[in-house]
Structure formats: C-alpha cells, structure tokens
C-alpha cells in the first residue's frame, strides 16, 4: 500500500512525514511518500493534503502544480481513495473560501470558510495552542479516542459546514470551532495530528488503516 502526502510546496512535509511513516511502520501499512508527481498521487492508495498559509493562495498553488490537482479530484471522486486533508488542506475541501476573497473549494464537504470570531474578546485569533476534542458522531478514525483528547492548532478560519453529520467533532473556543470533517472516503482535520502527540499519532493510524 502506498500513502501519497501532496507536495504543492505548502505544509509542515517534513514532519508530517515522519509522523505518517512511522504510523505506518507501527501498523504495517505499507509505504509512505511525499510527492509532487500527479502520476504517483494518480496510483497512490491513500491521499493526504496538507497545507499553510491563506485559502486562496494554497489553491492556486494547488491547481498550478503540474497536474497534481487533477490527478487527486480523480483518485478521491472517481476512485473512492481514502483522502485526508490537514489544516488548510481541510478547509480546500469546502464548498468557499472566504479568506482574502471568496474562492472556490473542492465541493467535497457542503461549507464555507470563514474567520473564527470568539465571544469573549479575550481571546485571541489565531486560535494556537492545544484545545480539547469533543468528538460529535461516531467514526471509525475515533477508534481508541475520546472526547477531551486534545489537538495541537495553529490557525484563523474554519469551516462552517451545512450539514451537522459532516461535523466529526469540533473544539470550544468561546464558540464552537470544526475540528474534523468528514463523508464517503473523505477526512479533514483543522489541527496538525502531526503535532498533536498521541492524539494525533493514533488518529494517523486509525487514518491509515481505515477501510471506507
């Protein structure tokens, strides 16, 4: 099995990785790579987007790199690949991005994008830091978790989605913030699971060893 983390030059890849390698070792699920070439996201069995920086830039880069983006949008709606999309890598898979400028997503989860505004002023944006998991429906990613986990975030949007049941779990930061995402063969988590210790190690695993 081969597990195909999209290099589109946006993304922590390097230690993304190593937590995606070595999970892999852990339960025997095959090979792991970091790629910009379409054709190994095109036979890849699994696909992760990551990505940093503003929503309208990381999908432009993300059109613009040579295939890439074509080549995945066929390997996750024509082929059914178990896809995970991590931090602004998750929030491309909304329906619009309102960063910046309205932008177009990949339609793949019915939501938008939008600034996360904390009841109490106290709070600061971005949201950094480690908040707590509370897990809404039940998946087979949450395998060995539980509500108060806790995650490692660095960000300032998030997505707002439409319908309740592609919520997986969120976080509370004087306000509800989507933490995870999901339907069919597709994954989002707004958080760094590379970054996110245990937490995030199993969820990597529950990730790649889940069967859609």
Same mark, same amino acid.
């Given at each position: ?42 036979? #890849? ?8 920086? #503003? ?80 897990? =809404? ?46 339907? =069919?063969?597709? +994954? ?12 995030? +190690? ?11």
């Amino acid at each position: 099995m081969l597990t195909a983390i999209i290099d589109y030059e946006s993304g922590n890849l390097h230690s993304a990785h190593k937590a995606f390698e070595r999970m892999a070792r852990e339960v025997d699920a095959g090979d792991v790579v970091v790629t910009a070439d379409a054709d190994v996201v095109a036979k #890849a069995d699994r696909i992760v987007l990551p990505g940093d920086g #503003a929503f309208p830039a990381c999908m432009a880069a993300l059109k613009g790199a040579g295939g890439l983006y074509d080549a995945m949008v066929e390997a996750v709606e024509v082929k059914a690949r178990p896809f995970l999309g991590i931090c602004v890598g998750m929030q491309l898979m909304a329906s619009l991005g309102r960063e910046y400028e309205d932008t177009a997503g990949l339609s793949w989860i019915d939501g938008e994008v939008t600034k996360i505004t904390p009841t109490d002023p106290a709070l600061k944006v971005p949201h950094m830091g480690w908040n707590d998991l509370v897990l =809404d429906h039940p998946h087979a990613v949450f395998e060995g978790l539980k509500t108060g986990d806790h995650c490692y975030f660095v960000h300032s949007y998030h997505m707002a989605v439409a319908q309740d049941a592609q919520r997986l779990a969120h976080v509370d930061y004087a306000g509800d913030v989507t933490a995870i995402i999901g339907r =069919d063969t597709m +994954l989002g988590m707004q958080f760094h699971p590379e970054k996110s210790q245990s937490t995030g +190690l199993r969820l990597i695993a529950n990730f790649l060893t889940w069967k859609p």
